[in-house]
C-alpha cells in the first residue's frame, strides 16, 4: 500500500525556537494533505488542509502566521511551527488521500515537545 | 456541523471475549465511514471502510463493523479478540466529496491474557 513518511519523528526545541516538520508520500502523488494534531487521550484534530501549489487551508481556531505550511511539491508538504510555545507540545500526523475511492494514509507522527 | 463520538473511551476485556465498539455520528449528508487502528507506537492504520453498497462491511483481523443508516452508527466488532489486539481505535467521517476526515476520540482496548 501507499506509504507517507514523516521526518523527524520527535523533536525537542526551546521555546521561542522554529521547528519545521516534513511529510511526505513516498509512492504516489499527493496534491492534497492534511495536518492533524493529537493531545493524549484525545482525537486528532484537523488543523488544516495543504494544498498543492496554493495556500493551505486552515480549520478555525487554528493560528495561520503559527503553524505555517508549503504544499512545495506533489510529494512534499510542511509544517513549520514558529516561536513555539511548550502548549505547542503535541503529537503532529499527517496524511494524504490515496486517490478517489480510497482511504487515507498517515504518517507515523512527529513529537514535538517544546521546552 | 460534523461530529463523530465514541462512548466508551476505554475497554478492557478477556481474550476470547467478543468485541463491539460504539459509533455514532452526524452529518448531513452522504458519508464515508472508517474505522482505523493505532498500535502501541505506530502509525493510524485503516481497518475497514464503508462507501456504499452492503452496510455491513468486513475489514483485516477479522474485524467488521455494521452501517446503520437510521440510528447514524457504525459500530465496530469482532466475535474473539486476542492480546494482539490491544490499541486505540478510532471511527471517522468523510463527507463523500471531500477527503476531510473527522475523528471520534478514540477507544483504547486492552486485552488481557
Known amino acids: 500500500g501507499a506509504v507517507v513518511s514523516q521526518h523527524p519523528s520527535r523533536v525537542i526545541c526551546k521555546s521561542g525556537t522554529s521547528v519545521k516538520i516534513e511529510c511526505r508520500s513516498l509512492d504516489f502523488q499527493a496534491t492534497t494533505m492534511f495536518w492533524y494534531r493529537q493531545f493524549p487521550k484525545q482525537s486528532l484534530m484537523l488543523m488544516a488542509t495543504?494544498?498543492?501549489?496554493?495556500?493551505?487551508?486552515?480549520e478555525q481556531g487554528v493560528e495561520k502566521d503559527k503553524f505555517l505550511i508549503n504544499h512545495a511539491s506533489l510529494t512534499l508538504s510542511t509544517l513549520t511551527v514558529t516561536s513555539a510555545h511548550p502548549e505547542d507540545s503535541s503529537f503532529y500526523i499527517c496524511?494524504?488521500?490515496?486517490?478517489?475511492?480510497?482511504?487515507?494514509?498517515f504518517g507515523p507522527g512527529t513529537r514535538l515537545t517544546v521546552l | 456541523a460534523q461530529s463523530v463520538s465514541q462512548h466508551n473511551h476505554h475497554v478492557i476485556l478477556s481474550e476470547a471475549a467478543s468485541l463491539e465498539l460504539g459509533c455514532n455520528y452526524s452529518?448531513?449528508?452522504?458519508?464515508?465511514l472508517f474505522w482505523y487502528v493505532q498500535y502501541p507506537g505506530q502509525h493510524l492504520q485503516l481497518l475497514l471502510k464503508y462507501f456504499s453498497g452492503d452496510p455491513l462491511v468486513k475489514g483485516i483481523k477479522g474485524f467488521e463493523a455494521e452501517f446503520i443508516k437510521s440510528k447514524f452508527s457504525f459500530n465496530l466488532r469482532k466475535p474473539s479478540v486476542q492480546w494482539s489486539d490491544t490499541a486505540e481505535y478510532f471511527c471517522?467521517?468523510?463527507?463523500?466529496?471531500?477527503?476531510?476526515?473527522?475523528f471520534g476520540k478514540g477507544t483504547k482496548l486492552s486485552v488481557i491474557p
Open positions: 496524511s494524504a488521500p490515496g486517490g478517489v475511492g480510497d482511504t487515507q494514509y
Open positions: 452529518y448531513g449528508g452522504t458519508v464515508n
Open positions: 495543504s494544498n498543492e501549489g496554493s495556500k493551505a487551508t486552515y
Open positions: 471517522a467521517l468523510e463527507g463523500a466529496g471531500s477527503y476531510q476526515l473527522t
